[in-house]
Structures are given as C-alpha cells and as structure tokens.
C-alpha cells in the first residue's frame, strides 16, 4: 500500500534531515540529476515516513521502486533501496536505555564509491 503526504487529511509526520555530501550523476543517468547522501531522523513514526516524505520533497531514495523510479534505479550499481539504520535507541520495559550501531553496508559503500 502507498502512503502519500496529504496535508488536509494526513496524519502528522515530522521528519528532520541534514545534508552530508551531493554526487553528481554519471553521464549515462539523467542530465544535471545528483545524489544527495543524507542523515535522516524521524521524529514521529509513519508508516515509510522517510520514504514518503523524501518523494514528496522531489528526492525519493535511491532503489525506491514504490514511492520513486518504478521501473530502474537512477543508480544501477546499488543493488537495493539506499536506507540504513545506523543508529537506535529504546527503552527496555524497565526503562534503560539500550543502543545500537551498524555500519554502512558494503553495498551501499561500494555505490557511494562509484559516484
């Protein structure tokens, strides 16, 4: 199911993001088009709330076949949706914080390195 962002009867949904590098596309990709790489946080949490809220900004996620490119990845080289956790933080049921970090993914790494 496809969520959209529907300012009179959606639900709210906050999503912060900053900016860390913009690539710019090889020449067999779309004409002046470019990649941005960026750290995103959702502060509430919708369903595909990054997904959704990137397309609606005109920058859905690489690999992204529902909400971007239907047919092809801008970006052939990245063999799935360009989306990592790196960062999470819960509370236990008691209450302590409890943390994880996973690092880059070697595809996602090797996609980057190609740009």
């Given at each position: 199911c496809?969520?959209?962002?529907?300012?009179?009867?959606g639900?709210?949904?906050?999503?912060?993001?900053?900016?860390?590098?913009?690539?710019?596309?090889?020449?067999?990709?779309?004409?002046?088009?470019?990649v941005?790489?960026?750290?995103?946080?959702?502060?509430?949490?919708?369903?595909?709330?990054?997904?959704?809220?990137?397309?609606s900004?005109?920058?859905?996620?690489?690999g992204?076949?529902?909400?971007g490119?239907?047919?092809?990845?801008?970006?052939?080289?990245?063999?799935?949706?360009?989306l990592h956790?790196?960062?999470?933080?819960?509370?236990?049921l008691s209450g302590a914080a409890l943390?994880?970090?996973?690092?880059?993914?070697?595809?996602l790494?090797?996609?980057?390195?190609?740009?």
């Amino acid at each position: 199911c496809r969520t959209e962002v529907d300012p009179i009867l959606g639900r709210e949904a906050r999503t912060e993001y900053t900016v860390l590098s913009r690539y710019s596309l090889p020449r067999s990709a779309a004409t002046g088009a470019e990649v941005t790489l960026l750290l995103v946080s959702p502060v509430t949490g919708r369903t595909h709330q990054i997904r959704v809220h990137m397309a609606s900004l005109g920058r859905p996620l690489v690999g992204d076949r529902t909400y971007g490119a239907r047919d092809s990845s801008v970006l052939p080289r990245c063999p799935r949706l360009a989306l990592h956790c790196a960062h999470l933080a819960v509370r236990s049921l008691s209450g302590a914080a409890l943390r994880a970090r996973a690092p880059l993914p070697g595809e996602l790494v090797s996609a980057l390195e190609s740009l």
